[in-house]
């Protein structure tokens, strides 16, 4: 199944998400939480976001979902510095993140591919919640 | 096989809305299906397969959804569907 990685400045935050998405999808789709940075404070790690997608990849790919600039930086710089071909497996997404989690977790929940979970993710971008 | 389509209404448990888990038991059961199925609550339609629309129609409990599908396995989806409903819980 497509792994989900999680990144936001707030630990707390990437933590409490990772839980509600989990209650809906599943057990069988990793989510994992990247937040805080290196310091345990707010801010964003590389090294925490590549772990996390390390931890969420079970061969199907990995989708990044992000809170807010920097942490958009942080993953962009990871990617971007792999040269080892496995970028095309993991695709940051351009979504709101709690929506884009939501849905992208459910999709993944379904055993559906990559692009697939992808495009759920996107179209968090337009979904009225009223 | 001809595509078909089906239509069925449903009723939510009452006391078990149409929120959080139970809107994302509905969808992934909606997603083992191929044809293309909707849900409607009052004079709301969504997407039987996206959680993030599922939500957003706010049905309560006891709130009567109609079920259409649309494709080879209309039926059961419809059937597996009205299975579903019947026994979510909170």
């Known amino acids: 199944m497509v792994g989900i990685v999680l990144v936001s400045h707030s630990a707390e935050l990437a933590q ?3 839980e509600l998405a989990r209650q809906m999808a599943g057990p069988d789709v990793r989510i994992v939480p990247a937040g805080g940075g290196p310091d345990g404070r707010l801010g964003t790690s590389g090294d925490l976001v590549k772990s ?3 931890c969420a990849e079970q061969g199907d790919g ?3 979902l992000c809170d807010l600039g920097s942490s958009i930086l942080t993953v962009r710089h990871l990617l971007e510095g792999n040269g080892n071909g496995s970028g095309e ?3 940051l997404v351009d979504a709101p993140l709690v929506e884009g989690a939501i849905a992208a977790a ?3 929940s379904a055993a559906r591919p990559l692009d697939e979970v992808v495009s759920a993710a996107e179209e968090a971008r337009g979904a009225s919640k009223l | 096989m001809a595509p ?3 239509e069925v209404e449903v009723q939510l448990p009452e006391g078990v809305a149409l929120h959080a888990r139970p809107a994302s038991l509905f969808v992934r059961t909606a997603m083992t299906f191929q044809s293309r199925i909707t849900v409607m609550a009052g004079d709301r339609v969504a997407d039987a397969k996206s959680i993030l629309k599922v939500l957003a129609l706010g ?3 006891g709130t009567r959804l109609s079920l259409a599908a649309d494709g080879p396995d209309a039926t059961a989806a419809l059937a597996a569907l009205a299975d579903c409903v019947a026994n979510l819980s909170d």
Do not use: K, Q
Request: no cysteine.
């Open chain 1, 16 to 18: 409490g998400l990772s």
């Open chain 1, 52 to 54: 996390a997608i390390e």
């Open chain 1, 62 to 64: 990995v989708v990044v």
């Open chain 1, 89 to 91: 497996r993991v695709r």
């Open chain 1, 106 to 108: 459910v999709v993944s």
């Open chain 2, 4 to 6: 078909a389509s089906s």
């Open chain 2, 59 to 61: 049905a309560g409990g």
